[in-house]
């Protein structure tokens, strides 16, 4: 595409799907739909809590619901993945506006009238985000949270680190409008992760924009241990080489950092074993642990929290750069299919 393309006008009351990815979230998933009471003209919206049959009482929770809220329902998602809950949730009611939803996250107020806003503001938006707010329910949730929010550990993902008005390459809980799904398609069902990245990926290359709106707001619950985020972004980098195998090219450059690192890095510990000296690797480490010294302090909450701000970008950098490698030698080098593991449809 030479430019960005425009779209019709949106409808003045447009029909909007609000999709919930779920699966055992009965810890969240009531104040997340209690969020949304009220959020739009009740004959106007939809809501999909997409279940990856639940053990823990959250389709009993969503259920009633269900009863008291006649616009909320359940939708069975057997496959128990993200992707393959939103693919039913956009083919389960018709809609003009379909925005994705954490179970985790609560809205505020105003949410989806500034999303409706932002698309219906700008021809050439296919889909439109803002900013979240983590709420972090223990002091260690607190500190990868702090290291998840800072361009240290995750570059320029705007959504995460805050930001102006301004079109960016993803967003997420975005909203989207109809016509993108009409020529774009739906989201990849083999993506465990990554596929709403992807998705957006391809909405920029159909020669539509994504607006990233500081207006539309969220709140997202965190709890996390350091071992659940190193599986997450081990995940985010492995199926991040399937999305540029699909694509044929690096979707985007920060994705490309952490996989240096941990190439430089070993490189650097080969290279101290053969000439028996530390200096390669002083050279690799130590300028990384002052900068991520440096970052953490600036992220910090509070002192207590520098350590585990610190711990959290290791944690984080190595395993998206580990992650990679990872894809790099089974997706391209060994032409194997990509693996799917942790079916966990929660967002």
């Known amino acids: 595409m030479t430019g960005p393309i425009e779209l019709g006008p949106l409808v003045d009351h447009p029909r909007v799907s609000l999709i919930i990815p779920c699966r055992n979230e009965v810890t969240y998933i009531g104040r997340c739909l209690d969020s949304i009471v009220n959020a739009w003209r009740p004959d106007r919206l939809r809501v999909m809590v997409c279940d990856g049959m639940s053990t823990d009482g959250t389709r009993e929770l969503v259920d009633d619901h269900a009863r008291r809220h006649p616009w909320i329902e359940r939708v069975d ?7 393959h809950a939103l693919d039913r949730g956009l083919r389960h009611a018709p809609f003009d506006v379909a925005i994705i939803l954490g ?14 806003d932002a698309l219906r503001g700008d021809a050439t938006v296919g889909c439109a985000g803002g900013i979240i707010q983590n709420v972090y329910e223990d002091a260690r949730s607190r500190r990868i949270g702090a290291a998840m929010s800072h361009p240290f550990g995750v570059g320029n993902a705007h959504f995460r680190t805050g930001g102006r008005m301004g079109y960016v390459d993803t967003a997420a809980f975005g909203a989207y409008r109809h016509e993108v799904f009409e020529r774009v398609g739906s989201f990849d069902l083999q993506l465990i992760r990554n596929q709403d990245d992807e998705f957006n990926f391809r909405i920029v290359r159909h020669g539509l924009r994504i607006l990233l709106d500081p207006a539309i707001r969220s709140t997202y619950f965190v709890r996390g241990t350091y071992g659940r985020l190193y599986r997450q972004y081990h995940q985010y980098g492995y199926w991040k080489v399937y999305v540029n195998r699909k694509h044929r090219t690096v979707t985007t450059v920060r994705q490309l950092v952490p996989a240096a690192w941990v190439a430089a890095l070993l490189m650097s510990v080969i290279s101290a074993l053969v000439l028996w000296s530390l200096l390669p690797m002083a050279l690799i480490i130590v300028p990384y642990l002052l900068a991520s010294f440096v970052a953490a302090m600036k992220a910090k909450d509070q002192w207590s929290d520098g350590p585990g701000v610190l711990v959290s970008f290791w944690v984080l950098h190595l395993a998206y750069g580990a992650g990679y490698w990872r894809g790099i030698i089974e997706l391209l080098l060994l032409g194997r299919d990509p693996a799917e593991h942790h079916s966990s449809t929660s967002r």
């Open 77 to 83: 998602n057997p496959d128990r993945t993200t992707p």
């Open 103 to 116: 179970a985790h996250a609560t809205i505020h107020e105003g949410f989806i009238k500034a999303s409706i």
